[in-house]
């Protein structure tokens, strides 16, 4: 670990010791004795607190909020402040023909991205749990997409889609395919999204997924090859059944994820040609920042926000 | 049976080093795109058959860093992740220590849960707030949405290491007359040093990559580099060379610090959400 890390901790570790010597002093009777005293028997209340309090204000303030908000009417630019409707908004929003098309869109590119990525992440785990010289080079290789900055890579891909110039028509051309409009047309823009996403996120349902298989039992392979299995009945009867679990971890942590795409989308469609790519969530974002349309931007917040929890408790099932 | 063992042997090789060429194109591909397209003329770039061999050109970074305040924007950047992690680490350390001493499980629930919840839900209402108290455009606003990201994200990885630390050390500690604070500070933080270290670098990158709170809650002040790029891109004339080199510029921090912290990276990314 470089030398520089260190120095917060040493500024803190110099303080502590000027403390120590405060605290074996003569007074231990002391008023600030006492105070400290019964901070240090009560950690488990004083240590958390600040964090909590942070919390509250920055995560649970804005979640009250919304709730309050998506029982108003309010554009934000109008003179009159918000005015209370009651649940008109949520009526509005199963109404809305938008909301509908944009929830189908979002469930088009979660189920295709999924269907995409699962697979493959499984595919390349498997192989990378053979035992080779390259392995931990393409570990480390696959941590780039994902931690690359998002807003660069949608960039990149935006280039490279370009249907005149970009290098993916040059690619298809090479391979005698016909050319594709990519991300400029309407039939091809939610694919050409997952085919990104896929691109970003795959290898992450490759690591997750490698870490289960190499914490799996071997006792059940060492039966299956005494008793002369092939292959695929190794992989059919024992690895798929025993990593199952892992790959609904991985599918469920990945569809939270793909309800929130935004950054790749924004960056490279708008939710364009038309709005042929607009999803549930980029349509939220455009009711609240380019519409104001506060009261009902708030309904479609607490939608999206009460879809990610129902998938977290059934993560949070799957994973007891 | 030996012949045959050798020949399976090198069939297998032979597979093992295609796959490794296939698995690794996809990624490999992508970034080296983006980097020769920086060093790329324009010429070069509109090529319409790729050019593998050209003279390179560092005339695309030049004119980024000199242009639309690039370096202006890259510090804005480095100033809200820098206090946005600082800050989740000075509050994010005694709460992970605490959950995982005192098995705080509710509490370890409560901030997964903060993790999780889709960034449109804070934007709306930070929005607004921050706009009626004319703190748009401000590092305050960008540092405290930030934290959003960088807290549970600390908190969360640090409690793993916590626990990781045997309880006897502290025990010890404490029969000799040791606080428990001064045991904390003395004994067991620099035990997870590594720890600390890894979740000051994952939350610094995820700060870093932000687009969405940026997006709307900086402006020309304050602007993050990506928000930055996006709009430079939007606005002027497709200039691939400058997006190539501006795009690089934005990612090689991050690329470098997910270097360093190869293994944590994923502990910190499958506690659930990555993004918001």
Same mark, same amino acid.
């Given at each position: 670990m470089p030398d520089w890390a260190l120095i917060p901790w040493k500024v803190v570790s110099s303080f502590m010791r000027a403390g120590a010597v405060a605290n074996k002093a003569e007074v231990k009777t002391g008023i600030w004795h006492k105070l400290f005293t019964h901070f240090d028997q009560h950690l488990n209340w004083y240590f958390p607190l600040p964090a909590i309090l942070a919390l509250a204000a920055i995560v649970a303030f804005p979640m009250v909020y919304n709730i309050w908000l998506s029982l108003h009417d309010w554009f934000l630019v109008s003179p009159i402040g918000p005015q209370w409707v009651g649940l008109q908004n949520y009526v509005q929003m199963f109404q809305d023909p938008k909301f509908w098309t944009t929830f189908w869109r979002m469930l088009y590119f979660i189920v295709g991205a999924l269907a995409v990525q699962?697979?493959?992440?499984?595919?390349?785990?498997?192989f990378l749990n053979q035992e080779f010289r390259a392995r931990n080079l393409i570990r480390t290789i696959y941590l780039f997409p994902?931690?690359?900055?998002?807003?660069?890579?949608?960039?990149?891909?935006?280039?490279?889609?370009?249907? $005149? #110039?970009?290098? +993916?028509?040059?690619? %298809? $051309? #090479?391979?005698? +395919?016909?050319?594709? %409009?990519?991300?400029?047309?309407?039939?091809?823009?939610?694919?050409?999204?997952?085919?990104?996403?896929?691109?970003?996120w795959t290898p992450l349902i490759m690591i997750i997924t490698l870490a289960g298989l190499q914490s799996l039992p071997k006792q059940p392979y060492e039966a299956a090859v005494i008793d002369g299995a092939s292959s695929w009945q190794i992989f059919r009867y024992i690895t798929l059944p025993l990593i199952r679990p892992t790959l609904v971890v991985a599918t469920m942590l990945r569809s939270i994820d793909l309800i929130k795409t935004f950054d790749i989308i924004y960056v490279m469609t708008q939710g364009g040609p038309g709005e042929a790519s607009e999803t549930l969530y980029l349509y939220t974002y455009k009711t609240g920042f380019q519409f104001f349309h506060m009261g009902y931007g708030a309904a479609l917040v607490v939608f999206v926000f009460a879809l990610v929890l129902v998938f977290n408790l059934v993560l949070a099932r799957v994973r007891r | 049976m030996v012949v045959g063992s050798k020949k399976h042997k090198i069939c297998r090789n032979i597979f093992i080093t295609l796959g490794v060429i296939i698995v690794l194109i996809p990624p490999l591909f992508v970034f080296w795109w983006m980097f020769t397209s920086a060093l790329k003329t324009p010429v070069d770039i509109l090529s319409p058959v790729p050019k593998l061999i050209f003279t390179p050109t560092w005339d695309n970074f030049k004119e980024v860093l000199q242009q639309e305040n690039f370096l202006r924007y890259m510090w804005n950047s480095l100033v809200i992740a820098t206090f946005a992690t600082a800050i989740?680490?000075?509050?994010?350390?005694?709460?992970?220590?605490?959950?995982?001493?005192?098995?705080?499980q509710k509490l370890a629930l409560g901030i997964l849960v903060a993790r999780m919840i889709p960034f449109v839900s804070y934007l709306l209402p930070w929005f607004i707030f921050f706009r009626k108290l004319n703190l748009i455009d401000t590092y305050l606003a960008l540092i405290t949405t930030h934290l959003i990201i960088t807290l549970p994200m600390t908190i969360?990885?640090?409690?793993?290491?916590?626990?990781?630390?045997?309880?006897?050390?502290?025990?010890?500690?404490?029969?000799?007359?040791?606080?428990?604070?001064?045991?904390?500070?003395?004994?067991?933080?620099?035990?997870?040093?590594?720890?600390?270290?890894?979740?000051?670098?994952?939350?610094?990158?995820?700060?870093?990559n932000q687009f969405l709170f940026s997006l709307i809650l900086s402006g020309p002040r304050?602007?993050?580099?990506?928000?930055?790029?996006?709009?430079?891109?939007?606005?002027?004339?497709?200039n691939w060379g400058g997006?190539?080199?501006?795009?690089t510029l934005i990612v090689l921090p991050a690329l470098i610090l997910t270097l360093i912290i190869q293994k944590q990276i994923v502990r910190g990314l499958t506690m659930g959400a990555v993004k918001g």
């Open positions: 699962v697979p493959l992440g499984l595919l390349l785990a498997l994902f931690a690359a900055t998002p807003v660069a890579i949608a960039l990149v891909w935006g280039m490279m889609f370009n249907p $005149e #110039l970009g290098v +993916l028509n040059y690619f %298809l $051309e #090479l391979f005698g +395919l016909p050319r594709s %409009l990519w991300i400029a047309s309407e039939k091809w823009v939610i694919p050409s999204l997952i085919l990104v996403d896929s691109w970003e | 989740a680490l000075v509050l994010g350390l005694p709460a992970a220590y605490s959950i995982a001493k005192y098995r705080q969360w990885l640090m409690i793993g290491y916590f626990e990781d630390v045997p309880d006897d050390l502290e025990e010890a500690a404490m029969v000799d007359g040791c606080s428990r604070v001064r045991s904390f500070l003395t004994i067991t933080l620099p035990l997870v040093r590594n720890g600390v270290v890894a979740s000051a670098i994952l939350s610094f990158i995820f700060s870093w304050t602007k993050t580099v990506p928000v930055a790029v996006f709009n430079f891109i939007s606005f002027e004339q497709i997006l190539s080199a501006a795009a």
